[in-house]
């Protein structure tokens, strides 16, 4: 298979905020270390982990919004240390898609328009963007809700606008930052479970974190953290890789 | 870029009470500029209008030594033969008529007291004919019929520094021609207020003729031409000049504008304090905005945060701010305009008067003009001020750290 994701022994520490003239020999705290992973297309896969494991970190750095201290990651064969800025925000815009834990929803946007604006950063032409808005909607359920705003949608709702944004562009990696911390438990089973039937139906590869250890069961590969370090690397049907 | 402009424009109205504070001071700039300069404006146009119809018409013709010109003898360089030169000017397009004018000095003197002058000796029937407007204190106008005695208008100042009045007699003494003293006695007809302190104190007016015999020449100084409307000034002083030169002697136009100095000084003044007040509402506004969109861009942290993360260029960030501050300003810039107006026509009904500006010793209307002009110029300046507010706040966006921006709280 198709390799999407090589993470290469990672690290990323950052600076603490008193700095180095006062504590010389802890002048930096180390959210990630030596992390290591491979992600093939297609795969559906959780990294799990404590609050201050290094999970949010992991994802940031693979989504190449944050660059890493050591090691190197290569996203779909494009080794992403050696981007410039502007390269990089067009790796995001054509490879990745978010799904964050606060939904991040454009407030004056309709459902239906912040689905549609990956497609009109990526300058997707206007009759496209509607079939394409309209098919993301509707795989997420949301027809009915196209031309709400995100205040008058259910937190179960705004999520699923946000995945629908975050898989109209067809992206080959989708990234969930603990997408269903905000939500309830049920909402939260269903938002895993059409996830995971995008994942099938689109071929498109998942990669979200929690700290919900309901939700791992309907994972099939799950990447613990703690303390920044992968402490293992766990595949339900074809057993652990750590 | 329909959705991007969307985008904006919803942004604008997302925080109402900001952002109508912020039209509110935007309009408030705009309409202060529009009250100020329609005032100034209708100021330039009451001290123009004035300025000609007092008797300075819209052009005058001289002979080309009248600039060098003997102050105490000014026939020796007055125009010739006058009559054919206004012939030739009257057979002109916008032309209302032409008045031979002899502006000359002298000392009047009432037997006990006596005064320098600045005299002006007129074709009453030419400068009535011009409409030149002369306000009278008292008593009645030169009459243009000759014969009898010689008649004279003096100014209020000079009257009451000589204590003379209507009725009484005055000798008035010039240089003629060959530079010898002659004198004249008149009888004063009329006492003028022209409005201005300086020239009253100064002022005398007799008839042509009266100054020909007085100083002993048949020239003239000048030819005052009137025309149907001042915007024609130009366009006639163009058509009149190749006509002047089939003359022997050789003859200058001057528009009024070269020789209003006073109209000169007070609109250079006027304009300075304009544009000062313009500087004004350019920094209140810049630096009021700069902040206002800090703020807008603080709160909005996480949602640039979110769109830089999905792959929006930063140059749109920084177009999207900008785009935000210009809707502003332009709304705030309409709204002025339309309160401006609204306030300028409110005040031309409501009758109000100021003092006398220096110098003048009538009050003076005070009506706001609606220069479209002024609307654009005041309407650009604070969109310009609005987006150059923003490029602060629009940089400083758009320079944020995605993973920073995403954990704002």
Redesign the interface.
């Known amino acids: 298979m198709e390799e999407i994701v090589n993470v290469e022994t990672v690290s990323r520490s950052f600076p603490l905020d008193d700095g180095p003239a006062r504590h010389p020999a802890h002048s930096f705290v180390s959210a990630l270390t030596n992390a290591s992973l491979r992600v093939t297309a297609g795969e559906f896969l959780a990294i799990s982990g404590p609050s201050g494991s290094g999970k949010?970190t992991l994802l940031?750095l693979i989504?190449c919004?944050?660059q890493p201290t050591a090691g190197r990651i290569l996203i779909d064969g494009v080794d992403t240390s050696k981007l410039q800025?502007?390269s990089m925000?067009?790796?995001?815009?054509?490879k990745?898609g978010?799904v964050?834990q606060?939904f991040?929803l454009?407030?004056?946007?309709t459902a239906a328009?912040n689905v549609?604006?990956?497609l009109?950063?990526?300058g997707v032409n206007g009759s496209e963007r509607r079939r394409r808005v309209a098919e993301a909607l509707e795989s997420v359920g949301l027809s009915a809700r196209a031309q709400q705003r995100p205040d008058l949608l259910s937190g179960g709702e705004r999520q699923r606008v946000a995945v629908a944004?975050a898989i109209v562009h067809r992206p080959a990696l989708v990234l969930a930052d603990e997408p269903t911390a905000n939500l309830d438990t049920h909402n939260a089973t269903q938002l895993i479970d059409l996830m995971h039937g995008l994942n099938r139906e689109l071929g498109l590869t998942f990669i979200f974190s929690t700290h919900d250890a309901r939700l791992l069961e309907h994972t099939e590969r799950i990447i613990r953290l703690c303390d920044g370090e992968v402490v293992s690397d766990h595949s339900t049907e074809g057993g652990s890789r750590g | 870029m329909g959705k991007f402009l969307l985008l904006a424009f919803r942004n604008v109205f997302r925080n109402r009470r900001r952002t109508m504070m912020t039209l509110f001071m935007v309009g408030g700039g705009v309409a202060g500029l529009l009250l100020v300069g329609g005032f100034f404006s209708f100021m330039f146009w009451g001290l123009r209008e004035h300025t000609i119809n007092s008797g300075l018409g819209h052009l005058q013709i001289f002979s080309a030594e009248h600039f060098n010109r003997d102050e105490a003898r000014v026939l020796d360089t007055g125009i010739d033969n006058w009559r054919q030169v206004a012939a030739s000017v009257k057979i002109g397009g916008h032309v209302r008529g032409v008045a031979p004018r002899i502006e000359f000095y002298g000392m009047v003197s009432n037997g006990d007291k006596s005064s320098v002058f600045m005299g002006s000796a007129v074709d009453p029937a030419a400068e009535n004919s011009l409409g030149f407007s002369t306000r009278f204190a008292s008593g009645r106008d030169l009459d243009s019929k000759p014969g009898g005695e010689v008649e004279a208008l003096i100014g209020t100042g000079l009257a009451k520094s000589i204590n003379v009045k209507v009725g009484d007699g005055l000798t008035v003494l010039a240089m003629t021609s060959d530079g010898a003293l002659n004198g004249v006695d008149v009888q004063i007809v009329g006492i003028v207020n022209n409005g201005i302190a300086e020239i009253d104190a100064r002022y005398l007016r007799i008839t042509l003729a009266s100054a020909q015999r007085l100083l002993q020449s048949d020239r003239v100084t000048n030819l005052v031409v009137g025309l149907d409307n001042t915007e024609n000034t130009e366009k006639v002083a163009a058509e009149l000049a190749p006509r002047l030169r089939n003359f022997q002697q050789p003859l200058v136009i001057k528009k009024w504008i070269e020789l209003a100095t006073y109209y000169k000084q007070v609109r250079s003044l006027f304009s300075t304090v304009f544009v000062f007040l313009g500087v004004i509402v350019f920094f209140m506004v810049l630096m009021s905005s700069v902040n206002t969109l800090l703020m807008t861009m603080f709160e909005r942290t996480r949602e640039i945060g979110t769109m830089l993360a999905m792959g929006t260029p930063r140059a749109w960030i920084v177009a999207l701010f900008m785009l935000e501050a210009t809707i502003i300003g332009t709304l705030g810039a309409i709204a002025g305009v339309a309160a401006g107006n609204l306030l300028g026509t409110l005040v031309n009904h409501s009758g109000l008067h100021l003092p006398p500006p220096p110098g003048f010793t009538d009050a003076m209307n005070f009506r706001v003009l609606h220069v479209p002009s002024l609307m654009i110029g005041s309407s650009l300046l604070v969109i310009v001020s609005l987006a150059l507010a923003s490029i602060f706040p629009a940089i400083r966006a758009s320079r944020l750290k995605i993973a920073e921006a995403l954990s704002h709280v």
């Open positions: 949010t940031n989504g919004i944050d800025l502007a925000s067009k790796l995001r815009r054509e990745i978010f964050f606060t991040n454009i407030p004056v946007f328009e549609e604006y990956p009109l950063v990526q944004r």
